[in-house]
């Protein structure tokens, strides 16, 4: 089985690694071929576009930033749209908006390939060690196809029905991880600015019932003014937004969520490259 | 060693309990005296005002709703401060205004008393089970005086320096509680309005890093549609109220705390005495 | 010159109106005849479809509720893109995405037709008046060709640059109108919750430098309980979201807008066909 | 009929001058002297403490930045109260927190003094050409005693009726006034950034309904990169600060108020001494 792997930034170039590591024949494609350099070291065969890359394929996978970049290598000239064909698969690992979900499923369709959206849970660790979570929906068989890939790269894969339910449910889990830490770290800027030790505030919030490695791991961190990017400010702007415009799209109440997307565009400028955690320096300036 | 208790609520009664089983000498007083039936009929002692309880203890310890009533059992008439006197310690447990606090020392220190905050981490069954956290500040001699007592009431006891520092660090701590839950629970809603099942929702959240016992917890009752009170809705609104205005005295920039202390105005009129996990309510209407 | 007027609701009807006195030969369709009844017996006359209205037009106007009801009259079968041709002009007076006006725009194009946005200032009685103000973007061309038609129903009509300009321009009028009434609406609501007069406290407001016919108007109203619409609360949350879709697509921080938007969200089932300023009732409840 | 005056910052420099010029007997305190320079120029007489100037004046009227600045004058060593006594007046034209306006009413009738509080509508301009409005309640006798002085300073004087409702509409006042412009400068800002000129859009929207003297003055200022204060950042950011303050006691709902309170915090260390429209900078960044 050939794989094709679009997009070796910090999360496809972990899970792009484990595949190849585990025997599969790897095609790979990154619009700067210098990240590529490690895979190809280890014997992935670069591509030179996305339709060449499908063209040797049967299973193509893209973990891209944005939108943006998912329309450029699909739908661009040269994009794997050109040449994808019946019984292959694409499989999007992006985070991308449901909506543009719904709009790849049909061109995809439209080629007479299958299609999964498979978000996935965890960040720059999980992807190198091959345990990050897949939540898959779309064509159940391209899900059974895929079995034996998911395994490398993942600690466990869930199909959940049709598209954009995967898009959906990362959308609220991302969410919901960007909305308590903010507010979390809020709460720790807080204590500093009244005079606390934002460490020993920190180390008795922690002992407690709302402990957990999510804010540990981003806490100690920032305490450390420590700020090396695992989940990019700008992507996790990028998802809060998409989960605004749902919300919107929806009629959903959620003041907590538009308050935090908004302190995260207020960030943008200085911090869009670093960790999301660095959304603790607006509140501490 | 006597120990007069005033203020029998959820808390308290579970506090006052833990101290009479240990086998002191306990006076008790309540607003509302069938609260206090279960402590007499074990041999606490009911007084029939603050003052006489101030009497005849040597530790005042105070477990009320909020500075209104705080402010009735020690200003107003027959108060502890009419015979509070040198050498006695007061302890209070509630959480309160830092700036209240501040106050309620002086007028302690008037007296010649000793003086201790001691806010508590923990709602109802760490209060049964004396496995509370006990934030202290104001008289080191006070706080190794009460040694004894906070053991059995508390798997902790910290001392952490001058009024109101332990103010400050429990108002930090419930609004990183109320403010991060609040977040997590509006992605539920949000998850459930664009038709996703909840359930299924919370369990993926809850397999990853964030997973921790206080998300769990509410969350399971939340998802039961059970919102009996551990942490009532309009205690956890006042405490956003006190953070909020420490917050505006200190000029910290805290949107989402502002933005969560107006979802719990918006809901007191309906959910006042449920649980504080109520707040999902609102945002599922 | 034949003009095709499609969409009659509460705008569109008092546009259609004055056309047609002003001695146009009017073609009209609304999704349901009725509407058209009166615009019929003073001689326009009613097509079956839009591709029949756009077929027997030189100008294909519209006035709808959004981009849903904009696409079902061009887009979908029958629609007036199936017989637009060469030389027609089609001028959209709804207050639309900015991003659909450049897909409508496309869509005219490929037809070889002319288009100009064209949202309009003012809300129901302005447009029964011909008193509204027109912000064109599009073919410069084309607003030269409608330069006698939109003197019939407007005061002012602006010609700005390219398309999406004037929608930009709507967007914001919109939003600054919803958000400072908002803003203001929710002062008066928390002047009567403290124990105020509001009409009181309104007239010593109305008194000074803020007073303005918009506030007036709306509040007069609000003021006895009277929320006939002249501008839905659907529509204003309908233009909030566009304005925060813009917004966060240019990464503007807008908390104002964000909290405002928010509120609308709320009210969304119980006020939709209200007038906007039922907010006022989610404050005052 | 002696008048003292304690306060002689941009306000009750103007006000304090009005009195002086329509022939009143001036006594002046201000912490800083140099500030009384022009006044002791036209006739008044310098008091080195408030406790000498309530000896001398029959009316004792004060107008200061905010609570802190009203206790050093009135209760701190050599303060008015000192030598405060019966028949005396003393006028507080300061915007205060309604709570402390209670309190000093308190202590202001133990001397057997009688009290008005009486927040002035209007900035720099009206205070200098003598048309502010004043909002006035407590003692009806007192109002009429003031009834000469205060038609100096004033273009209209309202008796509101017990203390604080005085209070109370100056706080929903200014509520008003900065949560109603911020939004407007917001979106403004929000314009320029989506690439339109603010100045066309203003120009478009004051053309319109919304169109008021408030707006006008200050966004022309703002467009012409002018913040000159006429009403400090940080004076409004107090007068935010008292409205929440009064929300939360009332549990009033008020989200777009917690909104804008966020947004002077996040831009006070910046822009403090500004005027308070440089709220528009903290947009447009």
Redesign the interface.
Known sequence: MNIGFIGLGIMGSGMANNLLKSGFNMYVFNRTREKAKELEDNGAKFCSTPKELAEKSDLIFMMLTDVRACRAVSEDKDGFLESLSKGKVVVNFSTVHPNYSLELREMVKEKEAMFLESPV??SKIPAQKGEL?I?SAGDKEAFEICTDAFEKISK?A?Y?GDVP?AS??KV??N???A??????L??????K????DPE??FN??N?????????E?KVKKVLNDDFETHFSFENM?KDL?Y??????E??????????????F??G??KHAKEDMSAVYK??DE
Chains 1, 2, 3, 4 share one sequence.
């Open positions: 849970l965890g979570v939540l466990k869930m959940l339910k959906y449910v609220v889990n969410e919901a991880f909305t308590s830490l903010t507010a979390y809020e709460g720790l800027a807080f204590a600015k009244i005079g606390l020993m505030v008795i919030l002992s407690g019932a709302l402990s957990n490695p999510y804010f791991f702007k937004g989960a605004l415009s749902v919300a919107d929806f009629k959903c109440y959620c003041p907590t969520l538009a308050a935090v997307n908004e302190i565009k207020k943008l400028n607006i509140f």
